[in-house]
């Protein structure tokens, strides 16, 4: 029988909130059995880039990373970030430690080929090193990955969080029995944008198709649905979408996706 593990990734208004994301800490650092944490940079880059004269660059709604913006993604996903959300999960006993994808060759990427937009230092991964990230579990440390991974020939890639924890998830299911957690401001996928708490609470693949068909699942959700059912055809077991109450012992109200 394997093993559970859990795979959380947390999104940026968790990481702009500092009691939010206090709160959150203190609930995964007494989540039972093995776990990995996977976060973004929030706001922090962007703000940080304008003190420092470094403007972000957005084309059709998406970051563009050149070399300026890669050392900023740097300094603050694998630095300010991480060491803060590291030090905060040390402070509740759990033994976390801080990587990026470079760190013990955990994620391997590619630079995104240049279609129609050239995104810059935007890498889309190809390999995740379970063998590695296994030896930090075993060793009863706590992985947590900002979202930078590297091509093994020196060039580090800014590269999606969702992704990060969809594709760790993928390539630990193998020796784990994996939940992937996304959790977020909300209390999971919504029936009405309007009612916060009209939460659906299953979805599958059948469900899905009339979610919508419908409409009534809100087109900026679609990308992390279709990312979960990508994690759940490669053998993750389940996904949980929802906020950080679905970590409190008893909670009942946020989503999960099945096949």
């Avoid at 880059?45 to 709604?61: C, H, N, P, Q, W």
């Avoid at 999606?160 to 209390?187: G, H, P, R, W």
Wanted: hydrophobic share 40%; glycine share 8%.
């Amino acid at each position: 029988m394997k093993q559970k593990l859990s795979i959380i990734k947390i999104g940026g208004n968790i990481i702009e909130d500092q009691d939010y994301l206090s709160q959150f800490l203190k609930l995964f650092a007494q989540l039972e059995g093995r776990k990995i944490l996977v976060h973004g940079g929030g706001k922090r880059a962007t703000d940080l880039g304008k003190r420092l004269g470094i403007e972000s660059k957005m084309v059709e709604g998406r970051r563009i990373t050149d070399a300026k913006s890669l050392e900023l993604v740097v300094m603050v996903y694998a630095g300010l970030v991480n060491k803060k959300i590291v030090a905060q999960l040390q402070a509740n006993n759990s033994n976390a430690i801080g990587l990026s994808g470079a760190d013990a060759n955990t994620v391997i990427a590619v630079k995104r080929p240049v279609n129609k937009l050239d995104f810059g230092f935007v890498g889309d991964i190809v390999d995740v090193n379970a063998g590695s990230i296994s030896v930090l579990l075993n060793a009863e440390f706590v992985p947590v990955f900002c979202a930078l991974t590297h091509d093994t020939n020196g060039q580090l890639f800014n590269t999606n969080a969702d992704t990060i924890a969809s594709e760790v998830a993928i390539a630990m299911s193998q020796a784990y029995d994996t939940t992937l957690y996304y959790c977020f401001e909300k209390k999971g996928v919504l029936r009405s944008v309007t009612d916060e708490d009209s939460v659906i609470q299953k979805i599958n693949r059948e469900n899905y198709q009339k979610l919508k068909q419908d409409k009534i699942v809100a087109d900026g959700m679609l990308p992390k649905l279709d990312n979960c059912f990508h994690a759940l055809n490669k053998e993750v077991q389940r996904v949980c979408i929802g906020d950080i109450t679905m970590f409190e012992p008893e909670a009942q109200l946020f989503t999960t996706k099945t096949l």
